[in-house]
């Protein structure tokens, strides 16, 4: 089983992977996993756009960093700050 939208936030890169290791850990305990094929990391940062190190799970995969990811149908965008895009969750009122 994998754990499904879980968010992480950490003020570090090496934050990050020790807050991902203690929820590694967790998710174990409940017979859980991170699936790192549909997992990714994005930053909020002065310093976004340069090259970090890999993020690892317990299982030694990757994730991935991205430039954008969709978190409860709210798409996030890696910048200087937190930006949200209002335009990419409008709906189309007609399809629903």
């Known amino acids: ?7 992480l936030v950490s003020p570090s890169v090496s934050s990050l ?14 017979d859980m996993r991170v699936n790192s094929n549909k997992s990714s990391c994005v930053r909020f940062v002065a310093r976004y756009s340069i090259k970090c190190r890999n993020i690892l799970t317990s ?8 430039d954008s990811l969709r978190y409860l149908g709210v ?3 890696s910048a200087m700050s937190l ?3 209002t335009v990419m969750q409008k709906r189309n009122i007609s399809s629903i």
């Open 1 to 7: 089983m994998c754990a499904d939208d879980i968010l």
């Open 59 to 66: 299982d030694n995969f990757k994730l991935v960093w991205s």
């Open 75 to 77: 798409y996030l965008r």
């Open 17 to 30: 992977q020790c807050i991902l290791g203690i929820c590694e850990a967790k998710l174990d305990w409940l």
């Open 83 to 85: 930006l949200v895009p």
